[in-house]
């Protein structure tokens, strides 16, 4: 199994990260940093604390193109991507693992991700949709249980269950799928490179399963915290780049246009209200 993870100046929560991997898996782990900022000695001290290789060159690829980098020339038979601001529960990969083994059609397949305080993170979801994303857009900020962001987000009861996409903060891929597919579309600077990943899975005839007895903390955004304004406009840039490539078709344009200026509102909204808390 090989673990990849994308770095930009990370701090602290690389180290839990590596550190916690010890305890996800019994099995043989190659663990590869791609190396995307510029406090290279810090990524490579904490790579020879946990034994693991660091490969960059100083150029910033995004999470997608940080994650083909890291996963070229794979040779082990399961490729995991996760964030470096992930702590792994014990066992957490083991059951991964052992899912994809007992579903042959598994194309990717990700744990439940939980926030810090213990809170479930949404991170199995449908596919999203012109209308359905329009209602997402507008209202999932200011209505939280409306029934777009709802059917967006699923209802997570337990077990395995087969989901559109998996958040790219923590996935499991079976190496043949990932040659199959080239791996994340790297266009994709940062978001969305896991929902057009998730698509193309399903297009290609494999599931996608979360594996909600599989567990792991996602501490989000922590190396983007200093620096909001940026992710959320890498954010609603992908989110419209999606839309647009998935929604290509001339009668589909006035629904195109309507996502994308509730996405450009929700943008200008979220940028100021992070200037204001800055």
């Given at each position: 199994?090989?673990v990849?993870t994308?770095a930009?100046n990370?701090g602290?929560?690389?180290?839990?990260f590596l550190a916690?991997?010890?305890?996800?898996?019994?099995?043989?782990?190659?663990?590869?940093?791609a190396?995307n900022?510029?406090?290279?000695?810090?990524?490579e001290?904490?790579?020879?604390r946990?034994?693991?290789?660091?490969v960059?060159d100083?150029?910033?690829r995004?999470?997608?193109?940080g994650?083909n980098?890291?996963a070229q020339?794979?040779q082990e038979d399961?490729l995991?991507?996760a964030?470096p601001d992930?702590?792994?529960?014990?066992?957490?990969?083991?059951l991964?693992?052992d899912?994809?083994?007992?579903?042959?059609?598994?194309?990717?397949l990700g744990p439940?991700l939980l926030?810090?305080?213990?809170t479930?993170y949404?991170?199995g979801?449908?596919?999203?949709?012109?209308v359905?994303?329009?209602g997402h857009?507008?209202?999932?900020r200011?209505?939280?249980?409306?029934p777009?962001?709802?059917?967006y987000?699923?209802?997570d009861d337990?077990g395995v269950?087969e989901?559109?996409w998996?958040?790219g903060?923590?996935?499991?891929?079976?190496a043949a799928?990932?040659?199959?597919l080239?791996?994340?579309d790297?266009?994709?600077f940062?978001?969305f490179?896991?929902?057009d990943?998730?698509?193309?899975v399903?297009?290609?005839?494999w599931?996608?399963?979360q594996?909600?007895?599989a567990?792991v903390?996602h501490?989000?955004?922590a190396?983007?915290?200093?620096r909001p304004?940026?992710?959320?406009?890498a954010?609603?840039?992908?989110a419209?780049?999606?839309i647009?490539r998935?929604h290509?078709?001339a009668?589909q344009a006035?629904l195109r246009?309507?996502?994308?200026a509730g996405?450009?509102?929700?943008?200008?909204?979220?940028v100021?209200?992070s200037r204001r808390?800055s």
């Amino acid at each position: 199994m090989r673990v990849v993870t994308v770095a930009y100046n990370p701090g602290e929560e690389l180290d839990r990260f590596l550190a916690s991997l010890g305890e996800a898996t019994t099995r043989p782990v190659t663990t590869v940093i791609a190396d995307n900022g510029e406090e290279h000695a810090e990524v490579e001290r904490l790579a020879a604390r946990h034994g693991a290789r660091v490969v960059g060159d100083g150029v910033n690829r995004g999470y997608g193109g940080g994650a083909n980098l890291a996963a070229q020339d794979l040779q082990e038979d399961w490729l995991v991507v996760a964030n470096p601001d992930l702590v792994w529960r014990p066992g957490s990969l083991d059951l991964l693992i052992d899912t994809g083994q007992d579903h042959p059609r598994a194309g990717c397949l990700g744990p439940r991700l939980l926030n810090p305080d213990g809170t479930i993170y949404p991170s199995g979801r449908a596919l999203p949709s012109l209308v359905g994303g329009a209602g997402h857009a507008v209202l999932g900020r200011v209505w939280p249980a409306n029934p777009f962001t709802s059917a967006y987000h699923g209802r997570d009861d337990g077990g395995v269950r087969e989901v559109g996409w998996l958040s790219g903060a923590c996935l499991l891929v079976p190496a043949a799928v990932w040659r199959a597919l080239g791996g994340f579309d790297d266009s994709y600077f940062m978001f969305f490179e896991d929902v057009d990943l998730g698509a193309r899975v399903s297009r290609a005839g494999w599931l996608n399963l979360q594996v909600t007895e599989a567990e792991v903390v996602h501490e989000q955004g922590a190396s983007w915290k200093a620096r909001p304004e940026r992710m959320i406009r890498a954010h609603h840039d992908s989110a419209r780049r999606y839309i647009n490539r998935t929604h290509p078709a001339a009668w589909q344009a006035p629904l195109r246009w309507s996502v994308g200026a509730g996405l450009r509102l929700r943008e200008e909204l979220e940028v100021r209200a992070s200037r204001r808390g800055s």
